[in-house]
Structure formats: structure tokens, C-alpha cells
């Protein structure tokens, strides 16, 4: 089964600086993507960025990238000059298939606080 | 915003009641997925539903149970409710149950607690 640990609970960063989360997952399938969301106080899961287990090079997107290291089986998050309005709780997730769908099976989440 | 809308935001039940959550999933979306989130953890996958069906079902009690209406809206239906049911509950949206790389759309979730 898959199954993704995020080893801090939370963070605190002052505006401007880089922040890396975490996140190190355990799998045996040689295909698997990785997700990172976002989720305010509002509660909706905002997707972020995406890794495919074959993908060549880290993604990115905008602010955020991601540091695959396969061999350690690790995909972190790294924010680039946060702001204020990245204040929220962040989950690492991968996907599983489960009977005929797919389902995300989520981390216990990092909380991040962006100081001004 | 993702365009998934979920209903009621928030509500309050007691022990032993019933409850009936909605949720109208991005337009063009033919896939609806629920997810379970306590306070202070990740989201836990409920079930799926995939034209009209139920398609995958994680670790949940049958007293779980969802629908799928031909607009592709859903229900997540709770019965018999205890106090570990009260969570975050969030429907996701998607084109197709296999849905690639971060088609997932959440709503904002309903916020239940059970008394």
C-alpha cells in the first residue's frame, strides 16, 4: 500500500525566504505521481504541483518546485520567496488505485506560517 | 476557485441521525470522489462514483453511502452518525476515474459535527 510521511508538523518562515517542506513516501510500484496541495483556512484542496515517478526533471511552477530524489524516495516541496499569503496547511499526496478508481492517499500535512 | 460547490458549509447533528451532503462538480466532470478529513490529519478517501456509480470504496462502514445524478452531481449520505464522524468532508471533481495528472478538483468542503 502506498503511504506518505510528512515529518513536520510545522513551519515558520519570515516573507521572502525559501521554505522546504518534506515529504518521503513508501510504494512498490515502479509508476506512481506525486502531488503536493495547498488547503487554507477555507478548506479547499488547491493543487500545487505534480511529479510522475518517469518524469526526467523536478517539476515546477511558478514559486514552487519540486525536489524529487527517487533513489531516497523523497519529493519535497520548495517555496521560493513566500509571502503572506502562503500561510496554510500543506499535504504531500500520491496516487493509488483502488477497485476501478483512483484515489489520493494523502500525508498528515505541514502546517506553514509566513512571519512578515 | 475550482468551480465545485459543496453544500451545507457547516451544520450540527446528534448522535444516531442522519445526514445528506451535496456537491456539484466542476462543469464538464463526469467523476465525483469523497474524502473524509479529521481535524489535524490528511483527507481519507470514501468512495468514488463514475457515471452513476460506485466505482472504489476505501475503509469505510456501508452506513457510508453515496449517490450520482445524471448531471453528475453527488450525494454522500451518512447514517446512524457517531462522534468520530465529525470531520471535514470534501468532494473532488474529475474527467474520467483515473484521472492523471492533479485533475482533481476539491470544493470547500462541509463541515459536520456530530453532538
Known amino acids: 500500500a502506498q503511504k506518505i510521511t510528512q515529518t513536520q508538523p510545522g513551519m515558520f518562515v519570515q516573507e521572502k525566504e525559501a521554505v522546504t517542506l518534506d515529504c518521503t513516501y513508501d510504494?512498490?510500484?515502479?509508476?506512481?505521481?506525486l502531488f503536493w496541495y495547498k488547503q487554507p483556512s477555507s478548506g479547499e484542496m488547491i493543487f500545487l504541483i505534480y511529479?510522475?515517478?518517469?518524469?526526467?526533471q523536478n517539476a515546477t511552477e511558478g514559486r514552487y518546485s519540486l525536489n524529487f530524489q527517487k533513489a531516497r524516495k523523497s519529493a519535497n516541496l520548495v517555496i521560493s520567496a513566500s509571502q503572506l499569503g502562503d500561510s496554510a496547511m500543506y499535504f504531500c499526496?500520491?496516487?493509488?488505485?483502488?477497485?476501478?478508481?483512483?484515489?489520493?492517499?494523502f500525508g498528515q500535512g505541514t502546517r506553514l506560517t509566513i512571519n512578515p | 476557485e475550482t468551480g465545485v460547490t459543496q453544500s451545507p458549509t457547516h451544520l450540527i447533528k446528534t448522535r444516531g441521525q442522519q445526514v445528506t451532503l451535496r456537491c456539484s462538480s466542476q462543469?464538464?466532470?463526469?467523476?465525483v470522489s469523497w474524502y473524509q478529513q479529521a481535524l489535524g490529519q490528511g483527507p481519507q478517501f470514501i468512495f468514488q462514483?463514475?457515471?452513476?456509480?460506485?466505482?472504489g470504496r476505501g475503509n469505510f462502514p456501508p452506513r457510508f453511502s453515496g449517490l450520482q445524478f445524471p448531471n453528475y452531481s453527488s450525494e454522500l449520505n451518512v447514517n446512524a452518525l457517531e462522534l468520530d464522524d465529525s470531520a471535514l468532508y470534501l468532494c473532488?471533481?474529475?474527467?474520467?476515474?483515473?484521472?492523471?495528472?492533479?485533475?482533481?478538483?476539491f470544493g470547500e468542503g462541509s463541515r459536520l459535527t456530530v453532538l
Open positions: 462543469s464538464g466532470h463526469n467523476t
Open positions: 462514483y463514475y457515471r452513476e456509480e460506485e466505482n
Open positions: 499526496a500520491m496516487r493509488d488505485r483502488i477497485q476501478g478508481a483512483q484515489k489520493l492517499v
Open positions: 473532488a471533481s474529475s474527467w474520467g476515474p483515473r484521472g492523471g495528472t492533479g485533475e482533481l478538483f
Open positions: 511529479q510522475g515517478s518517469y518524469d526526467q
Open positions: 510504494t512498490s510500484d515502479p509508476s506512481y505521481g
